[in-house]
């Protein structure tokens, strides 16, 4: 039977990521995964990410964000990748109602505060001053803006990959195309049996997304929603609105989670990335939908898009799908397994966890490495 040190199960945005801090370490680590990262299988793909400081969702992750991009920077010397664009981003309100997200009303006010608390630069526009930056914007006279210009977007695919890459070159191990059947605590460790292999680990952390219900007991696995989402390529009909210098943005215009769009400027001069988020179980990741019907995409553009976005034809170059592994309190997971005192466990991210991944990946390897200490 092999024997490792520390196994990292599931590479996506923080498993890879911590995996490239555990590699430093000395110790013997092996990073597995039941696909072959980055790939289109979970939460971590899809062209573009956003990433901003003040986070609505909570101040307890103003820190993972910042660090995350100050490790992102970092990366991007060490191995000549670009993984992040400071864009800058907005959060729009069309002022009627206040818009929930992620567990909370008032998100629009809450992330607003934050910034202010936490002394990040931003600035307050109203519909007019919009309309003077960004002409693309159809956003109503009762609106309100929110600028910052540390904001930007990320590149999760190439992130993964380069975190990986650097792993590797720091002697980590890999096992793609190898999913984690069944994992028990011994005497000697923790036993990842495989569908070839069985693996002896002395520390475990699973980061493998929706899958963690695999491997929770019932009453856990059930506070755990798979939720499907469906990202939208939009061709652009009227070049003059520049879109390839739009800011990332969020927009709610509703009461509920669902009122909600996000997108990302133009990367190739014909399409725009738009999304919104759906909250609806699809019980596991291996049920769901992974395919994308013209009529979402009517019913998309209909409700999210007419009336709010200008210089957009109604067609579609693609659509793809991903998942959110989500709790009811929209909060992540992150610490111990319930069952086992050697494994660790980060998940969900509920809908809102690659701006922190590299942070979150940091902070797992020091626990990981101090309890081997």
Not at 156 to 176: N, S, Y
Not at 323 to 336: L, N, Q
Request: include cysteine.
């Amino acid at each position: 039977m092999k024997q490792v040190d520390i196994a990292v199960v599931g590479l996506g945005a923080v498993g890879s990521a911590a995996l490239y801090f555990l590699s430093k370490s000395g110790f013997s680590v092996l990073g597995l995964d039941r696909f072959d990262p980055p790939h289109a299988m979970g939460s971590s793909h899809g062209e573009t990410r956003i990433t901003r400081l003040a986070v609505g969702e909570g101040e307890e992750y103003v820190n993972f964000a910042q660090r995350s991009q100050d490790i992102w920077r970092q990366m991007e010397q060490d191995s000549g990748n670009q993984l992040f664009i400071p864009s800058g981003g907005i959060l729009l309100d069309s002022g009627v109602q206040p818009w929930s997200k992620h567990g909370g009303e008032g998100f629009f006010e809450r992330t607003k505060s934050i910034a202010k608390k936490c002394s990040i630069s931003h600035e307050l526009l109203d519909s007019k001053e919009l309309e003077n930056r960004y002409r693309v914007f159809d956003l109503p006279k009762t609106g309100a803006v929110y600028f910052e210009p540390s904001a930007g977007y990320l590149f999760p695919e190439k992130i993964i990959e380069t975190q990986l890459d650097l792993a590797l070159k720091q002697g980590a191990q890999l096992r793609v195309h190898s999913p984690l059947i069944e994992l028990e605590q011994t005497e000697q460790g923790v036993c990842l049996q495989l569908k070839e292999e069985k693996i002896m680990a002395q520390r475990v952390l699973l980061c493998n997304g929706g899958w963690i219900k695999d491997f929770l007991p019932e009453d856990h696995a059930n506070q755990y929603k798979i939720c499907r989402q469906v990202l939208h390529w939009i061709k652009i009909e009227d070049q003059s609105l520049d879109f390839g210098n739009l800011p990332v943005f969020m927009w709610g215009f509703g009461p509920q989670a669902e009122d909600f769009i996000y997108g990302f400027p133009s990367l190739d001069g014909e399409s725009i990335k738009v999304a919104t988020e759906s909250f609806i179980d699809s019980a596991h990741p291996d049920f769901m939908n992974r395919s994308v019907n013209q009529t979402e995409q009517e019913e998309f553009w209909n409700q999210k898009i007419k009336g709010k976005i200008k210089g957009l034809k109604k067609e579609f170059l693609k659509s793809e799908v991903c998942f959110y592994t989500v709790r009811e309190d929209s909060k992540f997971v992150i610490g111990k397994h319930p069952d086992s005192s050697m494994t660790w466990m980060v998940s969900a991210c509920s809908g809102h966890g690659f701006k922190h991944s590299a942070a979150i990946g940091e902070k797992m390897s020091q626990q990981l490495l101090a309890s081997l200490a």
